[in-house]
């Protein structure tokens, strides 16, 4: 995580991605409990997780409110 936050601060890993990575490297979990342990310090992923999967969905009321700031 250190050296992707290096290149990227405001990187959000792809939790999917991770989980396919994780068995294709046979890591047992150990990249996913990475991403997990990093996102429950930082609880603006959350933020930045909602908003990713809004803009996926094309849910433009939710792009809105995280983007003008309203909840």
Same mark, same amino acid.
């Given at each position: 995580? @250190?050296?992707? !936050?290096? +290149?990227? =601060? $405001? @990187?959000? =890993?792809?939790?999917?991605?991770?989980?396919?990575?994780? @068995?294709?490297?046979?890591?047992?979990? &150990? /990249? !996913?409990? $990475?991403? $997990?342990?990093?996102?429950?310090?930082? =609880?603006?992923?959350?933020?930045?997780? $909602? /908003?990713?999967?809004?803009?996926?969905?094309?849910? !433009?009321?939710? +792009? &809105?409110?995280?983007?003008?700031?309203?909840?």
């Amino acid at each position: 995580m @250190a050296a992707l !936050l290096q +290149i990227r =601060p $405001e @990187a959000v =890993p792809n939790r999917i991605v991770v989980q396919h990575a994780d @068995a294709l490297l046979g890591s047992n979990g &150990r /990249l !996913l409990h $990475e991403v $997990e342990s990093w996102d429950a310090s930082n =609880p603006s992923n959350l933020r930045r997780r $909602e /908003l990713n999967a809004a803009i996926v969905r094309n849910d !433009l009321d939710t +792009i &809105r409110k995280h983007v003008l700031g309203f909840r």
